[in-house]
């Protein structure tokens, strides 16, 4: 059903990541296999409203959140928008499909305290791998930045005349972050001692480290000074968003920083913040 026109659609026009592409494909196969199992249909032309939206609610009593079957139904809207939109088909029954409503989680984060705990002790090592492995917190925590971000951060991206590094975010997007002093000489330390002249992060043999490496090191680091569950790199790009909320940067600047698309995304920390203001509020208010 086009499903390789489709792929190599948005591989190549829209440069989606490998991942998010892997993804659709998953989805679609998903989908194109409930078509087949519950209505013997394998042609377009014979797909209809009532049939995806029974897929969705096959979906849901399945016990896949919310979250995640509307990520499914995204791309499956995709999908057919890409159809239409190349004439192979003049008809989209995903126009009238309407996601699911999900519940919004707050981002989860790690106290102030608790990262100055970790970056002013003695946590780390005074080798090559202690402080490789706290530049990469610190770049985290200071930056905001992914985890795809920093694993592909080379040498020549860090403009040390300009304090900023440059980062290719999601669809190979291009931004500036600016870095504070301290992290600056830092890294320019770290580069020097290490003789580095391509990759930032590397292991011992100076090959380029993958995700999970990287994981593994956050995790277990940030699991010497907070007791959270989740202990990913992501959580350090939370916490970086709220306490410059809590520090009064302006949301816009934030946006810029982290990357977002649009304000939606990064609104979502401002919750944070207020309750942030709540708990000052109740315990410092006379009839809080």
């Not at 990520?71 to 995709?78: A, H, T, V």
């Not at 980062?167 to 870095?179: D, S, T």
């Not at 709220?242 to 949301?251: E, F, P, R, V, Y």
């Amino acid at each position: 059903m086009y499903l390789d026109k489709f792929l190599d659609y948005i591989s190549k026009e829209k440069r989606y990541s490998v991942h998010t592409i892997t993804s659709y494909k998953t989805d679609l196969n998903q989908f194109f296999l409930f078509l087949n199992t519950e209505f013997s249909v394998s042609d377009l032309s014979r797909v209809t409203f009532k049939m995806i939206r029974n897929w969705i609610s096959h979906l849901l009593e399945s016990g896949l959140k919310s979250v995640s079957v509307n990520r499914k139904i995204s791309s499956i809207k995709s999908y057919f928008k890409f159809i239409e939109m190349s004439g192979f088909s003049k008809y989209n029954p995903t126009l009238k499909i309407t996601s699911p409503k999900t519940s919004k989680r707050l981002p989860v984060f790690i106290e102030k305290k608790n990262i100055d705990n970790l970056l002013d002790n003695n946590f780390f090592n005074n080798d090559f791998e202690g402080r490789r492995d706290k530049l990469i917190i610190e770049l985290f925590y200071f930056t905001g930045i992914r985890l795809s971000e920093l694993l592909n951060i080379n040498v020549s991206d860090i403009n040390f005349n300009n304090s900023s590094v440059m980062v290719l975010g999601k669809r190979n997007k291009e931004r500036i972050i600016p870095l504070n002093f301290e992290l600056l000489q830092n890294l320019k330390n770290f580069i020097s001692q290490n003789n580095l002249s391509k990759f930032l992060f590397t292991d011992i043999n100076h090959k380029k480290l993958y995700s999970k490496k990287v994981y593994r090191i956050v995790n277990y680091y940030i699991s010497k000074v907070s007791s959270l569950r989740k202990r990913s790199p992501h959580i350090l790009r939370h916490s970086f968003a709220t306490h410059m909320l809590n520090n009064g940067a302006d949301i816009n600047a934030i946006k810029e920083l982290l990357g977002h698309s649009n304000l939606s995304a990064t609104q979502i920390y401002t919750h944070n913040s207020i309750n942030k203001l709540k708990s000052v509020h109740n315990q410092a208010h006379p009839k809080g």
